[in-house]
């Protein structure tokens, strides 16, 4: 049986994290996760304090396992969503691309275990200087915002760092392999956003979930050609990964011209989501997206993610040693 660090600091069954997507991990996911006995996270960041204080609720009419809410916390408006999930004392309040150290000392004041989510080893020496109770490294082929360190050298450099900090690993893990891959790196479980995007719980529009499930391992880009159109809330040293299509074989690596005529392209982007136009609107996945192929439900994923990490743990391991 898979056991971790993890396991114990969260007091989960398997070292599984549904990732805090915004606008997809809503409560729905992350009590079919948590209830499967994995670590659910809402996308705290998605609507406003009240509706945040919704979803915490909603999950625990669901389910009484524990969870938690992830936050972009680079975005105005962050301290009122943190101050909702701590009156609401969830079991742990995630934080990305942003120095966690402001936030360590009132969730542990409120019995509440603070998680930081990193893209680069300085980012990760600080989080762990600040004193956060786990730490999740992750790769560029993450979906969504990310960095662009990849996987295979940046967890076990992050692991190198930070002491006796459990690390989770981020990015490019939709299976079993994944998952026994980077326990081997050091890391004490898997965070996954973009298998989860295509369960049948996660929120959502079906178009944005059905171009994921289609969509091959080479059909992904990091660009900031969005986040320059929408004026979007993140730091220089991340870009957002998403689906390859006509907006980003335009704009991809062109930010002057994106700057110049950011109305103008922010307003097509919010027209194509609206009509569903993948061509135009982002649809934000990792290059997991290849090894995806339909929508299921999560607690099937996460079983089938833990038993196969299990399996193959083990018949690797007699294959290859002699
Ligand atoms: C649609 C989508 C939305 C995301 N939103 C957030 C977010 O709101 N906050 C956050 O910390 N990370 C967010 N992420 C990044 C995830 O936390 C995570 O690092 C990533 O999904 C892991 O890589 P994978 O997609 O290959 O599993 C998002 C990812 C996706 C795919």
Same mark, same amino acid.
């Given at each position: 049986?898979?056991?971790?660090?993890?396991?114990?600091?969260?007091?989960?069954?398997?070292?599984?994290?549904?990732?805090?997507?915004?606008?997809?991990?809503?409560?729905?996911?992350?009590?079919?996760?948590?209830?499967?006995?994995?670590?659910?996270?809402?996308?705290?960041?998605?609507?406003?304090?009240?509706?945040?204080?919704?979803?915490?609720?909603?999950?625990?009419?669901?389910?009484?396992?524990?969870?938690?809410? $992830?936050?972009?916390? +680079?975005? @105005?408006? /962050?301290? &009122?969503? =943190?101050? %909702?999930?701590?009156?609401?004392? #969830?079991? *742990?309040?995630?934080?990305?691309?942003?120095?966690?150290?402001?936030?360590?000392?009132?969730?542990?004041?409120?019995?509440?275990?603070?998680?930081?989510?990193?893209?680069?080893?300085?980012?990760?020496?600080?989080?762990?200087?600040?004193?956060?109770?786990?730490?999740?490294?992750?790769?560029?082929?993450?979906?969504?915002?990310? $960095?662009?360190?990849? +996987?295979? @050298?940046? /967890?076990? &450099?992050? =692991?190198? %760092?930070?002491?006796?900090?459990? #690390?989770? *690993?981020?990015?490019?893990?939709?299976?079993?392999?994944?998952?026994?891959?980077?326990?081997?790196?050091?890391?004490?479980?898997?965070?996954?956003?973009?298998?989860?995007?295509?369960?049948?719980?996660?929120?959502?529009?079906?178009?944005?979930?059905?171009?994921?499930?289609?969509?091959?391992?080479?059909?992904?880009?990091?660009?900031?050609?969005?986040?320059?159109?929408?004026?979007?809330?993140?730091?220089?040293? %991340?870009?957002?990964?998403?689906?390859?299509?006509?907006?980003?074989?335009?704009?991809?690596?062109?930010?002057?011209?994106?700057?110049?005529?950011?109305?103008?392209?922010?307003?097509?982007?919010?027209?194509?989501?609206?009509?569903?136009?993948?061509?135009?609107?982002?649809?934000?996945?990792?290059?997991?997206?290849?090894?995806?192929?339909?929508?299921?439900?999560?607690?099937?994923?996460?079983?089938?993610?833990?038993?196969?990490?299990?399996?193959?743990?083990?018949?690797?391991?007699?294959?290859?040693?002699?």
């Amino acid at each position: 049986m898979l056991y971790t660090r993890v396991c114990e600091l969260l007091g989960v069954e398997c070292p599984i994290v549904s990732a805090p997507m915004v606008g997809r991990a809503t409560a729905e996911l992350v009590a079919a996760v948590s209830a499967a006995g994995g670590f659910g996270l809402i996308g705290g960041s998605t609507a406003g304090p009240e509706w945040l204080r919704e979803q915490i609720r909603m999950v625990r009419e669901r389910t009484d396992r524990p969870f938690g809410v $992830g936050f972009i916390s +680079s975005a @105005p408006g /962050v301290e &009122a969503l =943190v101050q %909702v999930a701590l009156e609401e004392q #969830v079991t *742990a309040i995630s934080h990305s691309f942003v120095d966690p150290s402001s936030y360590v000392d009132a969730a542990h004041a409120a019995g509440v275990k603070v998680l930081a989510q990193v893209q680069t080893l300085a980012g990760a020496t600080a989080a762990a200087r600040a004193g956060v109770d786990l730490i999740t490294a992750q790769g560029t082929e993450a979906g969504g915002h990310t $960095g662009y360190n990849a +996987s295979l @050298p940046f /967890v076990p &450099a992050v =692991v190198d %760092v930070v002491g006796d900090i459990p #690390v989770l *690993a981020a990015g490019g893990i939709a299976d079993g392999r994944g998952l026994a891959a980077v326990l081997m790196l050091g890391a004490e479980g898997a965070w996954i956003g973009t298998r989860f995007l295509t369960s049948r719980e996660a929120g959502g529009a079906t178009w944005a979930k059905a171009a994921v499930v289609g969509a091959g391992t080479d059909d992904t880009v990091l660009t900031r050609a969005y986040d320059i159109a929408q004026n979007a809330p993140f730091p220089q040293h %991340v870009g957002g990964r998403v689906l390859r299509n006509q907006f980003t074989a335009r704009w991809h690596e062109h930010d002057d011209q994106v700057l110049a005529r950011r109305e103008e392209l922010a307003a097509e982007v919010l027209a194509a989501e609206e009509r569903g136009d993948t061509q135009v609107a982002p649809v934000y996945a990792g290059s997991a997206a290849g090894l995806i192929t339909a929508i299921e439900p999560a607690a099937e994923i996460v079983r089938r993610i833990v038993t196969e990490a299990e399996d193959m743990l083990r018949k690797r391991t007699a294959q290859v040693l002699r």
